[in-house]
């Protein structure tokens, strides 16, 4: 067993079982691994606004790029829409980038600074300026997907299942090819998480503000992923009610559901230390390159 695999085992997984990710020790060891790894290049601090955390940065494959561009991602973190920054997430801009995606990490306001719906108005700039840039950055604009963990996967869902926020820019769900979330919370009101609770204005929850409303029509191509035992997030009443829920209403839906990963690790796995817990990183590289580009 190396060096770095033993401190996985024996410090950086025990972190993440607790739930911590975003601002600490370990995961600055993921971005220091991400760092020295090969196959990308990154551009920080890209504005997508005109505000602070209106801001995201590019991971750009060094792979030669297809006659028809490198398909892209639009990646939106979590931390209970309270905490996080994109830095933070380096390992999954360099893992997604060095198996040929591009991909842009992006912030977006949190609480306590703004409440619900600023967040998504956040995230809907951000997927529009991916939308718009991905051909002059050598994507593939038929070939968008946005894609979120926990709190980011709400955002990606809302901007995939419901057409208001995209709207607001002149986009449409419909300009992406598909979307990918990883244990979001799609079904959660009342939710007891106190961190939660504000930004949704708790007990008084604002109507259609779950991904779950909105389920019922066709939609884009989806892929939904979540640990078996999430301790945060309810993958049964999330992940796999949304899925039954978007296939009833014939969305193609790719569910994978991962036994050794937690809320924190599921997204971790997308760091060169901790593959051995889930192969997400490869299953969402697989609906990437098997979803057709849209019409």
Known sequence: MTCIKTFCVLVLVPVLLAGGLAACAPVRVLNAVASASPGYAVAADQPYGALPR????????????????????????????????RADYRFVGAALAARGVLTLVADYRLYPEVRYPEFLNDSALALDWGLRSAARLGGDPRRVFVMGHSAGGYNAAMLALDPRWLAATGQRPQALAGWIGLAGPYDFFPTDNPDAQPVFFHPNYPPNAQPIEFGTMKGLPTFLGAPVNDRLVSPTRSTRALAARLEAAGTAVTLRLYER???????????????????????????????????
């Open 54 to 85: 209106q801001r995201l940065d590019i991971y750009t494959p060094t792979v030669d790029r297809p006659a028809d561009g490198w398909p892209v991602v639009v990646f939106f973190y979590g931390g209970s829409w309270n905490s996080g920054e």
């Open 261 to 295: 990963a937690t809320h924190a690790t599921l997204i971790g796995a997308f760091a060169p230390p901790l593959r051995w817990i889930a192969p997400v990183l490869d299953d969402v590289l697989g609906f990437i390159a098997t979803t057709p580009p849209r019409p």
